[in-house]
């Protein structure tokens, strides 16, 4: 139990989950272990791809049960992504013992999503149908919550609230377009939030009444090593194509509240950029080891080392880090 839980001060807090496909698994680690702590609660939460689906898992979960009502929400997700997938990779294995995830990563270079996958399969559909109840999640959540899209026509970030869930939405937020067609909401079509947004902070600051804002990442902020084979450039760029929106609002944020330090005399917005504390649990290189094609990788066996990863990550950011929720940020940039 972190310290900061011995002063029974409970803290609000605002939760920016990033996406990654499997590696969203970290993030059901780090969100499993923070639930643990009975001082802490969620305000807000912006989230992209299967960084939604956790957002959803956990406030459905809370509605369902309180805090292990979350935990178990998101433990049935991960279970229920293992299982549907599993499917994917019988029906696409083949000779010689080859992967799902290396023959749809190759079938995407050749063959659009119509052609890949004629009956537009997607097992987010099933999970999400099964598990979310939409309209509760819209009249009910005790939480904020931000799910991002891009809107394919422009490329420009679309964030819909709570009062905008459904089955569809989610979709739109985890779209891949190698995959699966995109989404149709309102006449627009949408793909994956990860290209405009990954995750987006923008609404915790606007529409958010907490001041701390927690992002929880499923790739480094910084690789120490360039990447020097061709593996390592192209998963790179995967890299960088799913995180440079998120880097550049992060540095607006940084230099906003540097700007301010020193003023007085301020608007709403600049007092909430100023008192504004940030906070950061992400990878490290506990997920060197892995590439970018096990985003890919749905066994269960897979996703629980990742939420391993994840709790103990969160343990040692807690040990370190949760007096000072409340009262300081944690992040430098």
């Known amino acids: 139990m972190a310290a900061a839980s011995l002063t029974h001060k409970s803290i609000d807090i605002n939760l920016a989950l990033q996406g990654g496909g499997a590696h969203g698994a970290f993030t059901w680690g780090v969100l499993d272990r923070l639930l ?3 001082w802490l609660s969620f305000d807000g939460i912006s989230a992209t791809s299967s960084g939604a689906m956790n957002a959803l898992a956990l406030v459905q979960g ?3 049960g309180g805090r292990e009502g979350a935990r178990a929400g998101l433990a049935a997700l991960w279970e229920a992504i293992a299982r549907e997938t599993s499917l994917m990779r019988w029906a696409f294995s083949g000779p010689g013992g080859r992967t799902a995830e ?3 990563l190759g079938l995407t270079r050749y063959f659009t999503p119509k ?5 537009d399969y997607n097992p987010v559909r099933k999970i999400a149908a099964a598990l979310f109840d939409f309209e509760r999640l819209r009249s009910q959540s005790p939480v904020e919550i931000f799910l991002a899209a891009t809107r394919v026509r422009d490329g420009r970030l679309v964030l819909f609230d709570k009062t905008a869930l459904s089955l569809e939405t989610l979709l739109a937020s985890t779209c891949l377009p190698q995959l699966v067609a995109p989404v149709e909401i309102g006449g627009e079509m949408y793909w994956d939030g990860g290209y405009a947004g990954n995750p987006a902070m923008e609404p915790l600051l606007y529409r958010c009444r907490a001041a701390d804002i927690l992002c929880v990442l ?3 902020l910084e690789r120490a090593e360039p990447p020097r084979s061709v593996r390592e450039i192209e998963e790179r760029v995967v890299e960088l194509g799913f995180s440079t929106t998120f880097l550049r609002e992060l540095d607006t944020l940084w230099m906003a509240k540097r700007s301010l330090a020193r003023t007085f005399s301020l608007s709403w917005l600049g007092r909430r950029l100023k008192c504004l504390r940030l906070h950061m649990i992400e990878p490290g290189e506990s997920l060197d080891a892995y590439s970018a094609k096990t985003r890919a990788n749905a066994r269960i066996e897979f996703l629980r080392d990742l939420r391993d990863l994840g709790r103990n990550s969160a343990q040692v950011w807690l040990g ?11 992040f430098q940039r």
């Open 36 to 38: 643990e702590e009975a």
């Open 62 to 64: 809370w509605m369902d």
């Open 102 to 104: 290396t023959m749809l």
């Open 115 to 119: 052609e890949i996958n004629p009956l």
């Open 218 to 220: 499923v790739q480094p």
């Open 320 to 330: 370190a880090n949760a007096s000072a929720l409340g009262r300081q940020g944690t």
